[in-house]
């Protein structure tokens, strides 16, 4: 049996563990009267009840099983996020068992539970348009765990920190897409070096060495350390693992394959990508001035461009993690704040961030010539699967 056939047992498994629990939830909340939850839970029972059916009746047709995809794949990684926080819930509350240790095993499970569903559902999704919806879709579900779960459930600061900041919702995330691209027969995110001899040492201390210039620029010296806290460390930590994921992994993993065939595939996926990473700080509109939101988004956009410059070259997801993540926790502890504080951008500030796209820009242009292109085609090649071995085997 291969590492996807254990996965495919656990999926089935587990989404019929999960009906299971929501409707005993529907009957004990009908029993108690609470006929409003019931009617919320009627949904998800039949979602699940499909998905379920459907695995275990494999002589249905093509078509049934690539719609029963789309419905699981958009829906299901809600329904889970639901029922994890219920039964968290009802462990805590019916059982009288200590928050801080059914919170602990909980999380730890919510950080593995993803992965059956992105082997068994998002290897079904063939398509590079729907692996990028799938990718979107789970990456706005699964960095909320905190739902349906009051937080005065959790009597542990640290635990209710790790589950509000995102944090845990963002290593779930990564193995939820790190599954799902195997599954797509894409790539590991490269966390361990294999650097080969084409590679140049010095271009890779130049890129950390311009990533400490653009950080120290952008919080404008060195700030006060005494601001920092564990809020603004697991925020720079959701931020850096979530927003690589996605945008590095996940977005430019499926650009490279779908323009496999295209000549200029590279660059045309690193602007795409950057492009993306730029529009999705816009939604920060809701907490924030439009001027200082258009503001972040085009230097977002820069950012992305240059850690995607970096993933590609050194081939290790964790650097552009690292680079990022760094760059987010002395920002955020400079301004005391995880999104933009003002309310307007002066001139001197466009000129500042004018002048960073100039930089990434021409180290992109830089970057696609010569030995540099070379080395980056390399891992172009193996970012889309090609090269690679895929599965496991376990033999008795």
């Known amino acids: 049996m291969t590492g996807r056939d254990y996965l495919r047992i656990w999926y089935r498994v587990q989404i019929g563990a999960t009906w299971l629990v929501l409707v005993l939830m529907m009957i004990r909340n009908f029993e108690m009267g609470r006929h409003q939850i019931v009617n919320i839970l009627v949904a998800p029972v039949i979602v699940l009840a499909i998905g379920l059916l459907v695995e275990l009746l494999p002589q249905l047709p093509a078509l049934v099983k ?20 219920v039964i968290t819930r009802e462990i805590i509350t019916l059982l009288h068992l200590p928050a801080r240790g ?16 992105a082997s068994v559902i998002g290897g079904q999704l063939t398509l590079s348009i729907e692996r990028f919806i799938f990718a979107v879709v789970t990456f706005q579900v699964v960095l909320i765990p905190l739902i349906a779960l009051p937080t005065n459930l959790i009597d542990n600061h640290f635990l209710r920190q790790n589950l509000e900041t995102g944090a845990v919702g963002a290593v779930a995330f990564f193995i939820l897409i790190t599954t799902a691209m195997r599954a797509w027969k894409l790539s590991w995110p490269g966390l361990k070096p294999h650097w080969s001899g084409d590679f140049n040492w010095w271009i890779l201390l130049g890129l950390v060495v311009v990533d400490i210039a653009i950080t120290i620029l952008n919080v404008g010296g060195v700030p006060n350390l005494r601001k920092a806290s564990s809020w603004v460390t697991l925020m720079a930590i959701e931020a850096a693992v979530a927003e690589e994921t996605l ?30 990473f730029g529009l999705a700080h816009l939604t920060n509109v809701a907490e924030q001035a439009w001027s200082v939101t258009v503001y972040q988004a085009v230097a977002a956009a820069g ?33 005391g704040a995880t999104t933009m504080t003002g309310s307007q951008v002066t001139l001197a500030d466009w000129g500042a961030v004018i002048g960073e796209l100039v930089i990434f820009g021409a180290i992109t242009v830089w970057m696609m010539f010569g030995q540099r292109r070379r080395v980056m085609e390399r891992h172009v090649a193996r970012l889309t699967g090609d090269e690679q071995r895929f599965d496991f085997q376990i033999q008795y």
């Open 247 to 276: 945008f590095r992994f996940a977005i430019l993993g499926v650009l490279f394959y779908a323009w496999r065939n295209v000549r200029q595939r590279l660059p045309y996926a690193l602007v795409t990508s950057s492009v993306l």
């Open 102 to 117: 059914v919170v602990s095993l909980m999380i730890i499970y919510y950080l593995l539970m993803f992965a059956p569903f």
């Open 303 to 335: 950012l992305g461009l240059f850690f995607a410059v970096v993933y590609v070259y050194t081939g290790q997801l964790w650097l552009a993690m690292l680079m990022h993540g760094l760059l987010d926790w002395f920002s955020f502890v400079a301004t």
């Open 66 to 85: 690539r719609l029963n995809a789309w419905l699981q794949g958009l829906l299901q990684p809600l329904i889970l996020v639901i029922a994890w926080d």
